[in-house]
């Protein structure tokens, strides 16, 4: 099954496409469960009303349960300079969000999917 990973806000939108024996509802379900693992929430500092940081200790949690350190690009920077927060990008958060539901559901497998898009206009449509 193919399913999309979408974050959107002020009018930009972004996403992430993964294949996986999962459906939608199973993937939340154990993000729900790798929430309570870490003992925070990524979509809580993400959403609209958020700076798009994280609290460094929160991404020292990530990174204690085997989140790839490579992949949060302000880690190492936020560290050095003593920082509260790390900065993160659409591809982090997505790839943070399906992190904890690995860490919810150890049998939860993915692979992202590289999707070519063709933009055919429509907008008159909307």
Do not use: W
Request: aromatic share 14%; proline share 2%; with cysteine.
């Amino acid at each position: 099954m193919n399913i999309s990973i979408e974050m959107n806000g002020y009018e930009s939108s972004d996403r992430i496409t993964i294949t996986t024996d999962y459906n939608a509802e199973q993937i939340k379900t154990a993000f729900a469960k790798g929430v309570e693992k870490l003992g925070f929430n990524i979509t809580e500092f993400c959403n609209v009303d958020a700076e798009g940081t994280i609290p460094l200790k929160y991404a020292d949690k990530l990174i204690l349960h085997g989140f790839p350190i490579d992949i949060l690009s302000d880690y190492v920077f936020s560290v050095k300079c003593e920082f509260d927060n790390v900065s993160l990008n659409t591809y982090e958060f997505a790839n943070i969000y399906l992190f904890t539901a690995k860490l919810g559901d150890s049998n939860f497998t993915y692979q992202e999917l590289e999707i070519e898009t063709i933009q055919i206009g429509g907008g008159g449509l909307f």
